[in-house]
């Protein structure tokens, strides 16, 4: 598994500029040098926000949440439609799902799997995963992928 998150960790990263790139020009005396509390030439890295939280995105989360499966079916929760929407704001996520059937005794392990997997991402603080039933799940939610992985028709 830590193959997948090391090809996942490539989504985040900021990449690093090429060994053949020019180097910076010198700063000279008559340019202003960017220094915090400098209002006028505020220079902040980005690595010095919050945890690299700029890096986490939607498309990101919706990969990590390809790795939780319902136990009873074997397909993810993203192709068998049951996430309905996914917010990031800074360093905190936030999901709503729903299960197959509002019976599900999995859906607990399901959604606080959900939850572990986005919070073990770097600049993720909070993850939320809220179960909804409005609107409630049916096949027809299930992705085209998920639906030739069942071997359902199209």
């Not at 902040?44 to 919706?62: D, K, M, R, S, T």
């Not at 990969?63 to 996914?86: A, H, M, Q, S």
């Not at 729903?98 to 399901?110: E, K, P, R, V």
Request: aromatic share 6%; net charge negative; hydrophobic share 40%.
């Amino acid at each position: 598994m830590s193959s997948f998150f090391q090809r996942l960790s490539a989504l985040w990263k900021k990449p690093q500029p090429a060994a053949s790139a020019p180097a910076p020009a010198p700063v000279t005396a008559t340019e202003p040098v960017a220094t915090p509390g400098n209002n006028e030439h505020e220079a902040v890295c980005p690595e010095q926000g919050a945890g690299h939280a700029q890096f986490v995105n939607e498309e990101l989360i919706y990969t990590v949440l390809r790795t939780c499966y319902d136990p009873e079916i074997p397909l993810n929760i993203v192709d068998l439609g049951l996430i309905y929407g996914v917010q990031v704001a800074d360093d905190r996520v936030s999901v709503k799902m729903t299960l197959t059937t509002q019976g599900c005794g999995m859906g607990s392990y399901i959604s606080r799997e959900a939850e572990e997997k986005i919070l073990s991402l770097p600049g993720v603080r909070e993850a939320r995963v809220e179960v909804v039933w409005d609107p409630p799940w049916t096949p027809d939610m299930i992705s085209a992928e998920g639906r030739k992985t069942l071997g359902l028709p199209e």
